[in-house]
């Protein structure tokens, strides 16, 4: 835990703020909120909205962490974990016309979120490309956005410099107030692809390795950070290569890729930007039919876990499927209450990679709201009160960049580029039953 935050805090936004985030925020498990009392004489309705890819190609994706959200934001108003507030859930659905998230769906949905005054911010969005389309006027606007998902480096950083540094240096344009206004609680690429790059290298013995991305923003990224791991550990590239989302047929590619014998093949993306198709062509190509994959957590779907099915030591399903979630393994308590309460709700084949992170990303906006409000903030009157809504979203992002939450995914902490203080990289493989629960089985947890 991060103690050196609260004498910085304590001169910049005083005691009365400190000691009321200090109750409100500090929440040992979902549920539980602390002593802390709105200001305010009447009831008040407030908004949380997502923005994550809902149906579709992306729904296996999106609608589990949208589920998890809505939850937060229904136990919250049953739980009246802020006094005198009714929060109101206001989703949105960032397919385009492709049938895949897209930025600019994403992009028109943040602005209409905040036209809404009584919209104090957002959970989401999943992917790192329809967060670079949002960023810009969010931050403009001081609107919060906490992703439960995003993982490029780059959003935050101007590290690892090859790919974000310099003239790839974009933080100018995501922030262009200069402050700080989105927040993650996914471990960054750096070091999810780090881990997979360890795992595949030390504890699965593979030296040689074929990486292929998906030309968009998160898969460049974890598959560059792959690289760059498995150059330091040693490990052999035989070839990278880039190939769009639209792609068909990995089979010519996948063909040449055989002849170099790969141990593994990387893959950095989504399975609906080429992940699943290029498992399933592996199987067309006999030099690959056991060769094992590896991806990160766009992969990490039921949909991915169900189309492919579980491995087979005879080789007659393919090689085995290893993906990471930049997120703890859910356990302990609060964990299985979590899964309890969700699968009540939702369904229990319902749940995915990121459904307790969703819930988490709300219930941070709900305790900063709650802080925000102890602190003395006023909020909006109605949704056209966009004066006030500024000044009071700017009171709830001074409470997220300090607050110190525990929740389903453990202790929730940002340092000041609205990173999580957090950075665990979770292993998993498809399950024997992949069509129970969310189709996929633990490994091992690596903290960084």
Known sequence: MRKRWSRIFALSMGIPLLLAMLAACGAGTTGSGGSATATTNGPITLKIGTDFPVSSKDESAGKPAENGAHLAVNQANQQKLVPNVTFQFDPQDDVGPSGAHDAATGQKNVAALIGDALVVGIAGPLNSSVA??????????????????????????????SECGGKNDKLPTYRPSGKVTYFRIATRDQFQGGALADFAFKTKGWKSAYIIDDTETYGVGIATSVQAEWAKLGGKLLGRSSEAPTTTSYVNLLTQIATLKPDVIFFGGNDSTGGTLLRQQMLQVPALKTVPMVAGDGTQTSAFARTIGTYKPDGSNGGPVFTSVASVHLTGSAADKFISDYSAAYGASNIGAYSAGGYDCAMVLIQAVKAALASGAKPPANSGDSAQATVFRQAVINAIQHISYTGVTGHISFDANGDTTSRIISIYTIADNPNSGDGWSFITQVTL
């Open 132 to 161: 670079q389309a949002e960023l810009p006027e969010a931050n403009q606007a001081s609107f919060p956005i906490i992703s439960p998902a995003n993982t490029n480096d780059c959003l935050t950083q101007t590290q690892p410099a």
